[in-house]
């Protein structure tokens, strides 16, 4: 009974981590879309994001539950990882991991800490300068100033190099995590492979993209 109430609590969790990963892509799609108008239309960048930063719907309802889903995902990953190594804590004597299965697939929480270490970075450069601006020195709204600060921020060619390789760990935890995620939740039809190759491009395309956009900006400021 103890061990099926395990295994169960096990799934539920795997679920609850797959759920909140694929929530998660939705920003990441909407916020990779936004980027990208930087490089074709600094107006219609300030236009946007001049209405992300300003929204109330925006700022006081989503961005608190994309904050929450943020922390809930890598806790659980964090748990998940733990659970996973204490169900195994004396490794095979002949373990050929890379035979069986990607690097990403074995290494999810290095490039899931990463990627979190990068979150905090953005978040130091974007949202509490935003924060500040808006809520500790009450600035007058600028619609124009937001195309100038993301450019601002990728005239360092370290901060640059950092941005694209997070976004190079991010491919790989994707590539993974989007399968797997339907794996978790018992997703498999005729729609399953459509679905598996959409998540394959979605794994390298947006994030090769936001690469993209930094290298840009970095050459073109």
Known sequence: MAKSALLK???AKKVAMALSGLFLMLFLAQ???INMTSVFSPDTFNSISHFMGNNPLVQFVIQPILIVGVVFHFIM???LDFKNRSARPIAYAKDNG???SSWASR????SGSVILAFLGLHFYDFWFPEMVYKYVE???LDETRYFHELVAKFE???RTALYSLSFV???LHLQHGFSSSFQSVGFNNKYSRGLKNFGLGFAYVVPIGFIFIALFHHFNH
């Open 138 to 140: 009450c600035n007058p």
């Open 98 to 100: 890379a035979a069986n």
């Open 77 to 79: 990953g964090f748990v």
């Open 9 to 11: 609590s096990s799934i």
């Open 107 to 110: 290494n999810m929480i290095i």
């Open 169 to 171: 760990l991010l491919a």
């Open 156 to 158: 360092s060619p370290v």
């Open 31 to 33: 916020h990779f879309f």
